[in-house]
């Protein structure tokens, strides 16, 4: 299966579900839990789909980062900027929310290299027994 498939299908099925659940609370009336639902989905999509990068092996793991923050900054952040989870009535707003998500993805970089070097070391450790 090509990078591109892969990326789609891993976007593809969270934002499928999330917009289901989106659709099904805008039929129930509930507008303001369904816009969360959509956003949330659009979000889950480009995670998903931009995910694939970490499998280009010709690409330095730098490289692979910057692709990566360069993608989720590109389409991430303005879905957080339109979604109204943030007060935005300001150009101090919208730095606040770079801010915070730049913060965000730090933490979920450290916190996900962290996880598979463990769980890359216990593998090694695995195969040489």
Request: proline share 2%; net charge positive; glycine share 6%.
């Amino acid at each position: 299966m090509s990078l591109l498939l892969r990326g789609l299908v891993r976007g593809g099925i969270p934002f499928v579900i999330l917009l289901i659940l989106s659709l099904w609370n805008k039929s129930q009336g509930q507008t303001e839990t369904s816009s969360v639902f959509f956003f949330y989905g659009l979000i889950a999509f480009f995670l998903g789909l931009t995910s694939i990068i970490y499998q280009i092996n010709q690409w330095s793991f730098f490289k692979q980062i910057l692709a990566h923050y360069t993608a989720m900054l590109i389409t991430v952040f303005p879905t957080l900027l339109l979604s109204g989870f943030y007060p935005l009535s300001s150009f101090t707003d919208v730095i606040k929310i770079y801010f915070e998500f730049n913060i965000t993805g730090v933490i979920l970089f450290f916190g996900t290299y962290i996880v598979f070097n463990i769980r890359r070391n216990n593998i090694r450790k695995v195969k040489e027994i």
